[in-house]
């Protein structure tokens, strides 16, 4: 069975400073690791997904996020935030087939 | 482009009377499936498509049902909305089901109020 836990329900941020969002999942299997990232009133949108190649993976927009099976963890990254990466972010994991195990979720918000 | 397309964004329909969303794409893809997301919560998958094969989730209750005229059409019918319908329901697409290299896209979404 595969889960997705996010650390964080809510991260603020001032504009221009860094982005953490952190990500744990559990997997039986070798997992593909997706952060989707979710504007108000809007659907998801992919920002980067991971699938056994390699392990630091960059995305749209200035994202990226690392890999680490020791630790089980995927976490979303950017170096400096912008008012529009205000939004609600979703790590989902999938085992390869239809099913998508979506984490609860992170709001950010950036300060001026 | 918007590639999938909900219509209409918003719908307001009243409590036991049946509500129709609809959902295209332009992607040619495969595998339509419809989620609903409540109020700060994550999406919840339905039920999916692939090709024609109608692939129901246990928990789905018998009040939803979908229909898929074609590739690129997708119905979501509820039959009896109550107030715990109300949510936004995203329709998605991928190339295949196995999501490990075919990632999903979705639609904005309708937002259905049941008044």
């Known amino acids: 069975a595969q889960s997705v836990t996010q650390l964080d329900s809510h991260v603020s941020v001032s504009e221009g400073t860094p982005v953490l969002l952190r990500c744990n999942y559990s997997?039986?299997?070798?997992?593909?690791l997706f952060w989707y990232v979710q504007h108000p009133n809007k659907g998801l949108q992919l920002l980067l997904k991971?699938?056994?190649?390699?392990?630091l993976v960059k995305g749209i927009n200035g994202f990226e996020a690392e890999f680490k099976k020791s630790e089980t963890s995927f976490h979303l990254t950017k170096p400096s935030a912008h008012m529009s990466d205000a939004a609600e972010y979703f790590c989902?994991?999938?085992?390869?087939?239809?099913?998508?195990?979506f984490g609860a979720g992170t709001t950010v918000t950036v300060r001026a | 482009d918007a590639m999938v397309i909900q219509n209409p964004r918003y719908q307001v329909t009243q409590f036991g009377k049946p509500v129709t969303l609809s959902c295209s794409q332009t992607?040619?893809?495969?595998?339509m499936y419809w989620y609903q997301q409540k109020s700060s919560q994550a999406p919840k998958l339905l039920f999916h498509?692939?090709?024609?094969?109608?692939?129901n989730e246990a928990d789905t209750p018998d009040n939803f049902q979908s229909r898929r005229p074609n590739t690129s059409f997708c119905f979501l019918d509820i039959r009896s909305p109550g107030l715990g319908d109300a949510a936004m329901y995203l329709c998605?697409?991928?190339?295949?089901?196995?999501?490990?290299?075919?990632?999903?896209?979705f639609g904005n979404g309708t937002r259905l109020t049941v008044t």
């Open positions: 998605a697409t991928s190339r295949d089901p196995g999501l490990s290299n075919s990632p999903l896209h």
């Open positions: 997997s039986s299997y070798s997992p593909s």
């Open positions: 991971y699938t056994s190649a390699a392990t």
């Open positions: 989902v994991v999938s085992e390869g087939d239809y099913k998508l195990s």
């Open positions: 992607l040619n893809h495969n595998v």
């Open positions: 498509y692939y090709d024609k094969d109608f692939n």
